[in-house]
């Protein structure tokens, strides 16, 4: 096992040849679940491939005691997830992909903000004009993608559904905050057999495949590299989980992000 604690800010090791993970002593026991092959054959371009039962693991609600007062008093989770590197057919590792409601009274859907611990992901974001919408019918309005690597934070803006790639040849490992006042949405994602672009292995580099069940088109990727945010908390140097815990107040875009669009996008750096 490798010791992640620096990076997380929290006691934790990571065996990077199971993606088994292990809590220090006296942190909360989270909530876990896995997400196996069969549920993620629906989002796969070839979903009769064969492969490991399990591809990647959840923990959900993870934290130091101290902290736990932060889910009522401030609305918010922290969870870490583990991906195995794996094909899926054609298809570098990925995540199902999930869009995030719109916030009551607001105009804005909830954000997420990531952390890569070890290892490098791909974020694959797509914002279409209606989420619920068939994929005959749904508009795929902007698809940005962009490579985050340990120690780097990353925004899913408001509005921005999302998809998790692992393109390396080893395990990854990410945290998250996001609130807790709502669930994800998957239904048109595996309606459409995933998001708007695959991320294929072409000769042994990544490649990128228009998913032609979105009938209307899809739009050109956009590239972004991601970009420190001190107003938010987001640097490379404070640990995801240190920075919210030790000011929560700064993460209060994930419930009300309206005042913070300027500074969320300013996370990324397009091309």
Aim: hydrophobic letters at 35%; one cysteine or more.
């Amino acid at each position: 096992m490798i010791d992640l604690t620096d990076l997380s800010g929290y006691p934790l090791k990571f065996d990077t040849e199971t993606c088994d993970v292990s809590f220090g002593p006296g942190m909360r026991m989270p909530q876990y679940s896995t997400r196996e092959l069969d549920a993620l054959r629906p989002v796969l371009m070839d979903p009769d491939v064969e492969g490991p039962d399990v591809i990647y693991w959840m923990y959900r609600n993870c934290g130091c005691p101290e902290d736990a007062a932060l889910g009522e008093a401030y609305n918010l989770r922290y969870d870490i997830s583990t991906f195995r590197s794996v094909m899926l057919g054609p298809e570098y590792m990925k995540t199902s992909g999930h869009y995030h409601p719109q916030i009551p009274g607001k105009a804005e859907a909830y954000p997420e903000v990531y952390e890569v611990l070890h290892g490098q992901a791909l974020y694959v974001m797509q914002i279409v004009d209606d989420y619920g919408a068939s994929p005959e019918e749904v508009v795929v309005e902007d698809v940005i993608m962009c490579r985050v690597s340990a120690g780097q934070k990353i925004i899913m803006p408001p509005g921005y559904g999302h998809v998790t790639v692992n393109e390396l040849d080893e395990p990854l490992l990410m945290s998250n905050w996001v609130s807790n006042r709502f669930s994800s949405f998957y239904g048109s994602v595996e309606e459409a057999r995933g998001f708007s672009w695959y991320v294929v292995n072409d000769g042994g580099k990544p490649s990128y495949l228009e998913n032609k069940n979105y009938v209307q088109g899809v739009p050109a990727v956009r590239w972004a590299e991601v970009q420190e945010v001190p107003e938010l908390g987001l640097t490379w140097d404070t640990p995801l989980y240190r920075a919210c815990a030790e000011a929560p107040e700064k993460f209060e875009f994930l419930n009300d992000p309206g005042s913070y669009i300027d500074l969320i996008w300013s996370n990324l750096k397009f091309d």
